[in-house]
């Protein structure tokens, strides 16, 4: 009976056996028509892409970047994105140094090792200059990354740091040492319990950016500099700054409210070797004496504030102070008291070329373009005129500043007597997008005039002009 059992078990096992080994044959079968089936569909399916040649390929990658001049370590963008389709496109991805001339990565985004990875595989070719940090790194992986960063550092152009507030003041304890650095931007939050300042060995260094660091937080090549630009300043920091910096050409200045308090004692600097000069003040308070007061520039060129404290007094003194410069563009907030006072300042500035005003009040403009046109020797060599008004107060409104403007500027090119013609022209309105202004058509005829002759014409809002039946209407 067992012999039996025994012998049917082997027998059905046999069977088994068998059968398998048909599986194995079909399976076989089944692989070879799929190899057969792939051949085909390679023979009759096109991708013309996987003809084109390298160099082809290298165009194309380069043309997926969202922004060539700041290219992200995002693995949703170029070039990483690129590097995972497959081998082939990773190779061309790598081969082609325009994807890597930059990098802009954020310790948020990205794993310790795998942020240390992204810096190696970037920098590992010759053209990569642009390094943008922004984020946390821990503080346990601070020192790797410090090293990974001195060995690439060597061949850096521009560096831009805005570290999280965990971060900054272990950062500022590791020297910058960036012998080829150009450009270099500083962002970060001050802690008075760290003492350490930033410092930064940089012998071709020429433009820095700090922003809410103070002149006291940076060691700095000062006297290389030629451009500076100063963001949520103090009063007397911006003091400290330029008085380290006496050769920079432009200065670009944001002065806030706080720790703002301007002292009247305050000895004028002068900086024979400025050029450009923006001054920006945010908050809603009005100091009583402008930045301005404190300056003398005798190369002055180019003079852009907001300041709302300048008035012609003050504009007055600046421009004898600073022995008449020659301001060839000049963009301001004129708050005016005496309109007599403020031309005759305007008289001054021969050389002038291009002149923004803003939200200037009535009376001003009014007179000013009274004077305009006859008078030749009232900014006799500009080219270009902007307004930008609102509705508000004592300023002047969209509807006079277009009807006072347009017939001004044509009878000024169409005088005699005028040596440069206004070439460019332009009226904004500064207004929430909903607003809706009617204008009468007969205001109109001078700008389309002047845009027949070939003039530059545009009154719109800063974003849009404006055009009949939207939110300018004729009537």
């Not at 024979?272 to 930045?291: D, F, K, M, T």
Request: charged share 20%.
């Amino acid at each position: 009976m067992a012999e039996s059992t025994a012998a049917a078990l082997r027998t059905h096992l046999d069977d088994i056996s068998q059968r398998i080994l048909e599986q194995k044959q079909l399976l076989a079968q089944l692989q070879a028509y799929e190899n057969q089936v792939r051949s085909e569909l390679h023979r009759v399916a096109s991708y013309p892409i996987l003809d084109l040649p390298p160099e082809i390929l290298s165009e194309v990658f380069i043309n997926c970047l969202p922004d060539p001049d700041n290219i992200s370590a995002n693995v949703h963008q170029a070039p990483l994105l690129l590097m995972a389709v497959c081998r082939t496109w990773a190779r061309i991805a790598l081969a082609t140094p325009a994807l890597w001339e930059s990098l802009e990565i954020s310790g948020y985004e990205w794993e310790d090792q795998d942020l240390l990875d992204v810096m190696d595989l970037w920098f590992r070719g010759p053209l990569t200059r642009r390094l943008s940090l922004t984020g946390e790194i821990e503080p346990s992986e601070l020192p790797r990354f410090m090293e990974t960063f001195v060995k690439h550092s060597a061949k850096m152009a521009f560096l831009s740091v805005d570290l999280a507030e965990a971060t900054f003041p272990l950062f500022k304890k590791y020297p910058l040492i960036v012998p080829e650095l150009l450009e270099l931007q500083l962002s970060g939050t001050n802690h008075a319990e760290v003492p350490e300042r930033f410092v930064v060995i940089a012998p071709k260094l020429k433009e820095v950016q700090l922003d809410a660091i103070y002149p006291c937080d940076v060691a700095l090549p000062w006297n290389q500099l030629t451009k500076l630009t100063l963001q949520s300043y103090s009063f007397l920091h911006l003091f400290d700054a330029l008085r380290l910096a006496p050769n920079i050409s432009h200065l670009e200045v944001t002065v806030s409210d706080i720790g703002n308090e301007r002292i009247p004692t305050q000895a004028t600097v002068t900086l024979p070797n400025i050029r450009h000069l923006r001054l920006v003040q945010v908050g809603s308070a009005r100091p009583q004496i402008p930045i301005l007061h404190f300056l003398a520039l005798p190369n002055l060129e180019y003079l852009e504030t907001n300041e709302p404290s300048i008035d012609e007094t003050f504009l007055g003194a600046f421009v004898v102070r600073s022995a008449a410069p020659p301001l060839k563009t000049l963009r301001f907030h004129p708050y005016c008291t005496s309109t007599k006072l403020l031309i005759m300042v305007l008289h001054s500035m021969s050389q002038l070329v291009e002149l923004e005003m803003r939200f200037p009040p009535q009376k001003f403009v009014t007179k000013f373009f009274e004077r305009f046109p006859v008078e030749v020797s009232l900014l006799p060599n500009l080219c270009a005129l902007s307004v930008v008004c609102r509705e508000r107060g004592s300023e002047v409104s969209l509807v006079e500043l277009t009807r006072i403007m347009g017939p001004a500027v044509y009878q000024r090119n169409a005088n005699p007597k005028t040596t440069t013609k206004i070439q460019s022209l332009r009226l904004e309105v500064s207004a929430p997008p909903w607003a809706m202004f009617q204008i009468t058509e007969s205001y109109l005829k001078p700008y389309q005039r002047l845009r027949d002759e070939g003039l530059d014409i545009y009154l719109g809002t800063q974003d849009a002009a404006f055009e009949a039946g939207g939110a300018f209407q004729l009537r």
